[in-house]
């Protein structure tokens, strides 16, 4: 039985995009491979200046549990690991490749394993080695979710084709062109981790992809869930309690509740890994907003600088007053497009001065608004008063670790408080303190 999780709000969803078919962008003169494309640690480089590297072969490798390695998307000549602009606004070590224009692989395609044999097992370090991380936008290193203690026991396996964020429509486009790998990599993952159930969870917004996913050859126990539209529908926590009911408690885990979930484009990317070898190298992004010349649906190799992009599908027809790596209710803003691609990048957004005013913050009124529209139960309006009176002290008694981030406070708020800034401010100095200690 679907449930409504609580809160949320109903953004108008601007899938103008949803018809377009997925093109391939081509390599750029240089690539920047960033070293952070995921949670958790940055990932330590193992090759240097001058190197020839093979496309797929490893240039970085994991620096923790909680980390992610990188692979070449082409082969070229490393030119050297050097600060680049970062999509969160930061200077990050990236790997300078220079293409040499032959694509040219190298053996990492032997150790696929195109028969199935070796198990699951043999399946979690495949998807480790090949640096799968979360292509939702979060980009958690996806070998950590299939890993859970034994203490929790896996009973469902959640693919996340619901792509709530407006604008956004790459997922849409991948279950609808290239629907098998995400029911291979769905099964795989079902059987990684034992479950015997399996939910491919869509939006009404896109009854294409569900008609397409219901033609398909599913695992026993499958079902496709058609959810309401609304946002953060995506969610994991809030998705698992309209699928099942079930709610992840306060600074828990979907395994606590028996349930993993995994983007649509990251079981594909298993499903490759683990029955051609291929490491991830490229994702599928959706360039949108209203500047852009070009918008429509298309595959990146990693590294790819953001200003490539924007050149190869014809420019922007004005100046740019808002740039947005990602949704416009999670991603980041941008100062540019001196950045370059990541696994995390699901989106390239582009506003011109018109379509949007800057917020004009005022004080609270309490109406309530923003505690009616959080998802996760909290207070955002109290949370923001303490943020924004430096009581940081306090955060920790209203939950604020258990904010997701997803900017339905602000976006519903008729005081233009940005209220997620104040959050996603009171967030990082905890963090502070904490490694301070």
């Not at 690991?81 to 200077?91: D, K, L, V, Y």
């Not at 569900?210 to 499958?222: H, Q, T, V």
């Not at 920790?396 to 602000?410: A, K």
Request: with cysteine.
């Amino acid at each position: 039985m679907k449930r409504m999780f609580h809160g949320g709000v109903h953004p108008h969803d601007h899938k103008e995009t949803r018809d377009l078919a997925i093109v391939q962008i081509p390599l750029p003169d240089e690539l920047a491979v960033s070293l952070s494309q995921h949670i958790g640690a940055p990932a330590r480089p193992i090759v240097s200046r001058g190197d020839r590297v093979l496309k797929y072969q490893p240039i970085a490798e994991p620096s923790g549990f909680v980390s992610a390695g990188l692979h070449a998307p082409t082969s070229g000549t490393v030119k050297g690991i050097e600060p680049m602009p970062h999509p969160s606004g930061r200077f990050i070590p990236a790997i300078i490749i220079e293409p040499d224009g032959l694509n040219e692989a190298g053996d990492t395609l032997k150790h696929a394993d195109p028969d199935l044999e070796k198990g699951p097992e043999a399946w979690k370090e495949m998807v480790r080695n090949a640096g799968i991380v979360g292509m939702g936008g979060a980009a958690f290193p996806t070998h950590v979710k299939l890993n859970p203690p034994k203490d929790k026991p896996i009973d469902l396996v959640v693919a996340n084709g619901v792509e709530c964020e407006p604008f956004l429509t790459a997922d849409h486009r991948v279950m609808l062109e290239d629907p098998d790998p995400i029911i291979g990599g769905l099964r795989l993952a079902m059987e990684i981790v034992g479950a015997g159930r399996a939910i491919v969870a869509i939006e009404a917004n896109k009854p294409d992809a569900a008609e397409k996913i219901r033609s398909m050859d599913l695992p026993p126990g499958c079902e496709v869930d058609v959810l309401p539209v609304r946002y953060p529908q995506g969610a994991e926590k809030q998705l698992i309690f309209a699928l099942t009911g079930r709610q992840v408690p306060s600074g828990g885990l979907p395994m606590d509740v028996g349930v993993v979930v995994q983007n649509v484009g990251t079981l594909a990317a298993i499903h490759e890994a683990v029955t051609t070898g291929r490491p991830l190298v490229e994702r599928v992004m959706t360039l949108g907003g209203t500047v852009p010349k070009g918008p429509g649906n298309y595959r990146v190799v990693m590294g790819t600088p953001l200003s490539h992009i924007i050149e190869t599908t014809g420019g922007l027809q004005g100046p740019a007053a808002r740039i947005i790596s990602g949704g416009p209710m999670m991603g980041l803003p941008l100062s540019g497009f001196e950045s370059s691609m990541t696994k995390g990048t699901s989106g390239l957004l582009v506003f011109g001065a018109r379509d949007f005013r800057e917020l004009q913050s005022r004080p609270c009124i309490r109406c309530g608004s923003c505690v009616r529209a959080c998802p996760v139960h909290l207070l955002p309006h109290t949370l923001g008063n303490l943020v924004e009176w430096d009581h940081f002290d306090e955060l920790e008694e209203y939950h604020i670790r258990d904010c997701i981030e997803c900017g339905c406070c602000t976006y519903i708020c008729p005081a233009d408080r940005n209220l997620v800034q104040y959050i996603r401010q009171g967030k990082a100095e905890l963090l502070a303190r904490s490694r301070s200690k």
